[in-house]
């Protein structure tokens, strides 16, 4: 059954905004057996364009039609008047969602606004979608041979409906996948050096399986698809995993914070952390994960020299004789957090993100990322991306995926 | 004239990439007078496709056609093949470039990919386009009333060679346009709320001008557009400043973070951080900006007691007495973190970000927040969005707004 997927907003196609919603879609929709994504739009606040297109996939006989967008409380969002309009049906209030709707704004004491009834209302005959995360209620609407789901913008919004509203009710469970894909989460290696090491294999099953790779600055994703056959993928991801094994650090829908979480949690690990180029990226990206305080004591953000001298005991002589981005200062900050934070291990980053600071010695991109634990402590020197962004969020994986190893 | 923007890649279809490309070109697009953006499509690694859409693009006679994606060297990178056989033209090797790849990677001591010299590789007769920032050459192609540019999809590639490859060259000066959006940022208000305050302007000037409301948890912003008129855009937002301008923060493509680096920075304040719930995040945001040593001192991630107690000087009795969700912590955190790293400015949070930890009397989503300077200490107490993610984003934006307030 074809799946299509249409954003509506001004603010989309222009740019202002990114379409986040059609891409968590779609990557849900790929875990039903019969369910394919086959058409993605941006459309513009426009009558005349949000009818076209809809009208063009229903003559196309699309099964599900997801709308996301413009069911605000405001003038630009026109979306349910558009839909009134095209399908000649009245807008009516759902009387019970604007009732819940009214006692939230009074539990919080918010001035309810002359506008909240035009977010409890639906096209009449259309099954209400409820909304838990936002203020307008979605709709079900059947046309034809379609069945168009409406719901609003605000991506929280959109997961939540679909999770709730849409994906048990509607969407039957029966369509459930056998799983026909996993991604390999690899790190530390180019995406033409992984080609290469696994050209032979892509060659080999080639009727049976295919192979995507997807670059990003902090690793290289690599995705194994089942074609119609009746391969086994796992044995095809444990010969691909027998090829490139050392560089892979996850799988699907993991990520290093969760993995490292993981880790110290099992592990009864504790950790704390001395960053001086990278900011708190590091602390932030370990307290991203609910439950953090079970391993993660704290951190010291030593940006000036004179933190890492009175906080982190790095010896004024180690500063002036090897400078602060030195593998020296490196060990000191990552053995002083360790020690005074009293947790099993400490990490620490130092290093030039840019754009200013760099010298021919030590140029913008370089860092030294040390990690200590109860027997030894380890530094590394890397020259990653000059670019201060993606220098500080490839240090921070960086420092992770060291952790993730010394813990291994 | 008329813009359209093409993703290619499975990817992008089912959802395991979100298209950032598509938005970000149509975001330069709108600087130029005369260029407006008609068509964002997104197609699938697959040749009948990619041509069928391009075909219909070209018959629509659509003045600039973007293409991003499936330049890379490995196998499901599609792109270059399927133009050369749509165009039947063949490919041929930009020596130049190539010599300078191979150069970069000898200059980097990685051993070089055998499909190296497919990244150099464009239509005959085409125009290269150089990639300082990643592999593949990208190129334009002339055909019929079209212009063509084909970039690959990793974004800082797409930028770059944007900004320097196709903005000046081909995308003449001269369409520079005069001003016709503002965007005002508000935090703080709810997007119905503002509405309210707005809607008699936005009636009355509805002939000139169009207003966007463009929710976001940290704050809505109201975007501004001229419509063809005379009317001036200046006095206009002048206009909705007296009515809301309490709630703005900035302006256009300004984000807090640069806001609050201005302020310090002009003020010659310096600021460090004691960070509880918000785990590093504050002192993150404060960091992305490049010269933050200018005025980041550093910071004290507390997320245990003992980190507030033995670091932050956070008496033991002010921590069983009122728990460390509390205004008392936070001001203590606040004087602490700036008397010990010497700071003008302290600021602290404390607060539950959830999913656990919550209770009756402090339920997940209370934040305390304290900003603390020579004269006085300010302490806050919000009860913010209660899902751990999105509450680390607002209350750190919000421990922002409340320095950039202090500092007014």
Same mark, same amino acid.
């Given at each position: 059954m074809n799946v299509a997927i249409m954003s509506i907003g001004d603010e989309l196609m222009n740019g202002f905004t990114i379409d986040t919603n059609s891409s968590w879609i779609a990557k849900r929709i790929l875990e039903y057996q019969s369910l394919d994504v086959v058409s993605k739009i941006t459309v513009k606040d426009d009558p005349v364009d949000i009818k076209n297109n809809l009208d063009g996939l229903i003559k196309n006989k699309v099964?599900?039609? &997801?709308?996301? =967008? =413009? /069911?605000?409380?405001?003038?630009?969002?026109?979306? !349910? !008047?558009? @839909?009134?309009? +095209? %399908?000649?049906?009245?807008?009516? /209030?759902?009387?019970?969602?604007?009732?819940?709707?009214? @006692? %939230? &704004? !009074?539990? $919080? #004491?918010? $001035?309810?606004?002359? #506008?909240?009834?035009?977010?409890?209302?639906? /096209?009449?005959?259309?099954?209400?979608?409820? #909304?838990?995360?936002?203020?307008?209620? =979605?709709?079900?609407?059947k046309h034809k041979e379609s069945i168009i789901f409406v719901l609003p913008g605000v991506p929280k919004e959109v997961k939540g409906m679909f999770e709730e509203g849409i994906s048990s009710l509607y969407l039957s469970p029966n369509f459930k996948k056998e799983k026909k894909y996993i991604t390999l989460l690899t790190t530390g290696i180019y995406e033409s050096k992984l080609f290469d090491m696994l050209k032979d294999i892509i060659k080999q099953n080639i009727d049976d399986f295919s192979v995507s790779f997807l670059p990003k600055y902090t690793g290289v994703n690599i995705r194994l698809s089942k074609k119609e056959s009746s391969a086994c993928l796992e044995d095809f991801k444990n010969n691909i995993i027998g090829k490139v094994g050392k560089y892979v650090y996850g799988f699907d829908n993991q990520n290093m914070e969760n993995i490292i979480a993981d880790k110290l949690f099992s592990n009864q690990l504790t950790i704390a952390v001395a960053e001086s180029c990278t900011g708190g990226y590091i602390s932030k990206k370990l307290t991203d994960i609910s439950g953090s305080s079970l391993y993660f004591k704290g951190s010291i953000i030593a940006?000036?020299?004179?933190?890492?001298?009175y906080f982190?005991? *790095?010896?004024?002589?180690?500063?002036?004789? +090897?400078?602060?981005?030195?593998?020296?200062?490196?060990?000191?900050?990552?053995?002083?957090?360790?020690?005074? %934070? $009293?947790?099993?291990? =400490?990490?620490?980053?130092?290093?030039?993100?840019?754009?200013?600071?760099?010298?021919?010695?030590?140029? *913008?991109? @370089?860092? +030294?990322?040390?990690?200590?634990?109860? #027997?030894?402590?380890?530094?590394?020197?890397?020259?990653?991306?000059? +670019?201060?962004?993606?220098?500080r969020n490839v240090a921070s994986h960086t420092a992770l995926n060291m952790v993730r190893l010394l813990i291994k």
């Open positions: 099964d599900y039609i &997801f709308i996301t =967008g =413009g /069911l605000g409380p405001t003038h630009d969002d026109i979306t !349910k !008047k558009v @839909l009134s309009d +095209y %399908f000649n049906v009245d807008l009516v /209030l759902n009387s019970s969602y604007y009732s819940r709707l009214k @006692l %939230f &704004f !009074k539990d $919080k #004491n918010i $001035k309810k606004s002359s #506008n909240l009834k035009s977010q409890a209302q639906i /096209l009449e005959n259309s099954v209400p979608i409820p #909304n838990r995360y936002g203020t307008a209620l =979605g709709m079900k609407i940006y000036g020299n004179s933190i890492k001298e982190l005991d *790095v010896p004024n002589e180690l500063l002036s004789s +090897y400078g602060a981005v030195s593998s020296e200062v490196a060990v000191k900050m990552a053995e002083s957090i360790r020690r005074k %934070f $009293k947790s099993d291990i =400490g990490v620490s980053t130092t290093g030039i993100s840019g754009p200013d600071g760099g010298s021919e010695d030590k140029p *913008v991109g @370089l860092i +030294y990322i040390a990690v200590s634990m109860k #027997n030894e402590t380890i530094v590394k020197k890397y020259n990653l991306i000059p +670019y201060r962004k993606e220098h």
